[in-house]
């Protein structure tokens, strides 16, 4: 079990005891909300969510006791923790009997208190942890999804070509509410004009010559789900309207339809045109852009997401290696560091199908630049700007220890037994490298 990406309440006056629990939960991967007294933590638990409550008993204000009573009255407590001095044990344990979960007595170690806390917390009730990515924008970006997944509002989706807008959206979707609801992704691009409205809206029996029968579109089986539109800059301004009428008011036709049929689901879009300058040139509906322009989520290119390539070249690999018979075991340090120095113009789907190239047609045991980029010459990577040599292995210990952690679920103990190194030495060297649970 792991504190990686769990949120901690804690209710401390002292500073130096607040900032030494702070910095060492923060170096675990928690999110910690600090109050130093007891009024600032009760008006702010409610609308918390958190998994734990590290709380001093005595306070300035109120006293830990009372906060815990007052607290208690909340629908969904969460387990406290208190600390304590020796006079106060008597008190810990009156806690311990109306419903505190246990208390340390100062002084202590803070590796014990670390294990106790992990035990109260307990293990995460979900695996879609680094779902998105590695790099803190893309850790970002799945914070921002999971906030949004609570609303039914229309979601604008923009980034390059490549950069994954479909998986963000797949993403929101799955975190959106029930399993097994529909996803309906519609390539606006890749569907000729004149097929389009019939494939996203449906058609009756007799609408057009060859409808031989009724046709339901996409938006119709997307039921409860999600209808998914990509490279929305591209539809047609007609269909732009009937757009902007589904939006409005929840119902479309059916092309030769009469009929409203009414729009259940969410609407997620996607672009990686520049929308505002549609609307200035007339070629994209204002209004329309207004109306799914609600919430938008912006997905960076990949070159500018460093960490998140070893991580991806690893998925790759193994979803490649799983389908095909291969002698390769993994991807070369070589071969990692040329896709480091390398723009990726095509972003993650340009990687993919290079991972994908490079495990059916390498003939080694590793990964090697040649394999990724056949289309170049070896010395591709020597080209990008060349940076010290400390600069370098600073890069590479960084990158190492993101996968120790990743690999343990951001467990500390464990990446150390991993990297073969101490605890206090893992957290000394994610200090300089400014490596935290946020990383």
């Known amino acids: 079990m792991s504190l990686n990406g769990r949120t901690i309440g804690l209710v401390e006056d002292d500073a130096i005891m607040g900032e030494s629990i702070?910095?060492?939960?923060?170096?675990?991967?928690?999110?910690?909300?600090?109050?130093?007294?007891?009024?600032?933590?009760?008006?702010?638990?409610?609308?918390?969510?958190?998994e734990a409550i590290v709380c001093d008993i005595r306070l300035p204000d109120i006293g830990g006791e009372d906060l815990f009573r007052e607290a208690a009255r909340a629908s969904k407590l969460p387990p406290f923790l208190f600390i304590t001095g020796h006079g106060d044990i008597d008190q810990a344990v009156r806690l311990m009997r109306i419903g505190a979960h246990d208390y340390f007595t100062k002084p202590f170690e803070l590796d014990d208190f670390l294990?106790?806390?992990?035990?109260?917390?307990?293990?995460?009730?979900?695996?879609?942890?680094?779902?998105?990515?590695?790099?803190?924008?893309?850790?970002?970006?799945e914070r921002l999804l999971l906030r949004v997944a609570r609303l039914n509002s229309t979601v604008l989706i923009t980034g390059e070509t490549g950069s994954g807008k479909e998986v963000a959206a797949r993403y929101l979707h799955a975190m959106s509410g029930p399993e097994r609801r529909p996803f309906m992704a519609v390539n606006c691009a890749a569907i000729p004009g004149e097929m389009l409205e019939s494939e996203l809206l449906g058609h009756e029996k007799g609408a057009f010559t060859g409808a031989s029968q009724r046709h339901l579109g996409y938006a119709e089986r997307a039921g409860e789900g999600a209808l998914f539109l990509d490279e929305i800059g591209d539809l047609r301004l007609e269909l732009q309207a009937k757009l902007l009428r589904l939006i409005e008011e929840r119902t479309f036709y059916r092309l030769g339809g009469e009929r409203p049929i009414p729009f259940k689901g969410r609407l997620i879009v996607a672009t990686n045109?520049?929308?505002?300058?549609?609307?200035?040139?007339?070629?994209?509906r204002e209004d329309l852009y207004y109306r799914i322009n609600v919430v938008t989520v912006r997905i960076p290119p990949l070159r500018t997401r460093h960490d998140d390539i070893p991580w991806l070249m690893q998925r790759f690999f193994e979803e490649s290696a799983g389908r095909i018979?291969?002698?390769l075991k993994g991807i070369s340090a070589l071969a990692e560091e040329t896709a480091l120095a390398y723009a990726w113009p095509g972003n993650v789907r340009e990687l993919r199908?290079?991972?994908?190239?490079a495990v059916a047609l390498g003939l080694g045991q590793w990964v090697?630049?040649?394999?990724?980029?056949?289309?170049q010459a070896d010395d591709s990577a020597s080209d990008a700007q060349m940076g010290s040599l400390e600069d370098a292995r600073q890069s590479a210990e960084k990158r190492h220890i993101l996968r120790a952690l990743?690999?343990?679920s951001g467990e500390i103990g464990a990446a150390s037994k991993l990297l073969r190194i101490g605890r206090t030495t893992l957290w000394d060297k994610m200090r300089r490298l400014n490596l935290s649970g946020e990383n």
């Open 22 to 50: 702070v910095q060492r939960l923060a170096l675990e991967g928690a999110t910690v909300r600090w109050w130093r007294c007891g009024q600032d933590a009760l008006k702010n638990i409610k609308s918390s969510p958190l």
């Open 115 to 141: 294990l106790r806390l992990t035990e109260l917390i307990g293990p995460r009730s979900d695996t879609n942890s680094h779902a998105l990515g590695l790099s803190p924008a893309m850790k970002d970006l």
């Open 273 to 284: 045109a520049n929308l505002p300058k549609l609307v200035e040139t007339g070629r994209f």
């Open 325 to 327: 018979e291969t002698s």
């Open 353 to 357: 199908n290079r991972m994908e190239r």
């Open 368 to 375: 090697m630049p040649g394999d990724l980029f056949p289309d």
């Open 406 to 408: 990743s690999a343990t």
